[in-house]
């Protein structure tokens, strides 16, 4: 709509398959975080018997996507049910991460959570570092979006999903910085946290807290089944928002796309994502 005449079309076309690229990429990303989550739970239980594998975590995504297409495709009809049940286990696993770790991690000084600054990655200011880290904060808002896709099976779109976008931005901005708090007062030593053979610091805080591979394995088992579940939701966001494209003809195959409403971009989004698995491993 603020394009120049002359370029309106050209722009709309790769804005179209920009979006359309990112939102692919972003089912991949629920599996890879899936799939990566699984690894470092067989390397926290079985240190000396499991040795990760680039194939191994590959056919862990291909899973979640294909749970995913699953979910959206023979249950579709309980989509709206399951994503109600994911918001009760996501308030509900906040105060259960958060409770664990506030009662048994030996806590840091306040002076060095909002004081002491960090510049692991040897960055030539702190001013920088501080931007570049700020990068994974802010895509934690990603997605938040989703419920545009969604528009045309939802009543009352027009307020519905605008209140959506709001309040889901807001509580979930409190609950993260909530559970940012908590990790900075928690983490202990920073230097063991990133030095972990897992790839993510964070179980290193969870099981130095709690000093249990049991309690680690449940508190991390919460995180992952909330990334299985967000993967069905950024599947459906992914295969409405290309079944939508097609209508204006964007993508290769649109005729066929539109053929049957959604069914089709839901074979067109798993060969995409199949794609993109290819090219991680």
């Not at 806590?107 to 060095?112: C, L, M, N, P, S």
């Not at 969604?150 to 309040?167: D, G, K």
């Not at 964007?250 to 698995?277: D, I, T, V």
Request: hydrophobic content about 50%.
């Amino acid at each position: 709509m603020l394009a120049p005449r002359r370029t309106r079309t050209l722009l709309s076309y790769l804005t179209g398959w920009l979006s359309v690229a990112v939102w692919q990429s972003m089912v991949t990303m629920g599996g890879i975080l899936s799939a990566t989550l699984i690894q470092d739970l067989l390397v926290l239980n079985y240190p000396d018997a499991y040795q990760p594998k680039g194939w191994h975590g590959t056919l862990l995504i291909w899973a979640a996507v294909a749970l995913a297409f699953v979910v959206n495709s023979i249950l579709g009809r309980w989509l709206p049910k399951i994503e109600g049940f994911i918001l009760y286990l996501h308030m509900l696993g906040f105060f259960a991460l958060i409770i664990p770790l506030l009662y048994l991690a030996k806590r840091v000084d306040a002076a060095e959570v909002f004081t002491k600054w960090n510049n692991g990655g040897e960055w030539p200011s702190t001013s920088l570092a501080f931007f570049v880290g700020i990068i994974t904060n802010v895509g934690t808002f990603i997605g938040a979006d989703g419920a545009v896709h969604m528009a045309e099976e939802t009543q009352n779109a027009s307020i519905v999903i605008p209140w959506n976008i709001v309040i889901t931005v807001f509580f979930n901005g409190l609950l993260g910085f909530g559970m940012t708090l908590t990790t900075l007062f928690c983490m202990g030593d920073l230097d063991s946290a990133m030095q972990t053979s897992m790839h993510y610091p964070f179980i290193q805080i969870f099981y130095t807290s709690t000093r249990s591979s049991t309690g680690t394995t449940i508190m991390v088992c919460i995180i992952l089944v909330l990334s299985y579940f967000a993967t069905f939701g950024q599947f459906a966001g992914a295969s409405r928002q290309l079944w939508a494209f097609s209508r204006d003809h964007g993508p290769p195959m649109s005729n066929w796309l539109l053929l049957k409403k959604h069914s089709k971009a839901f074979y067109l989004s798993q060969c995409l994502h199949g794609r993109q698995l290819r090219q991680f491993h």
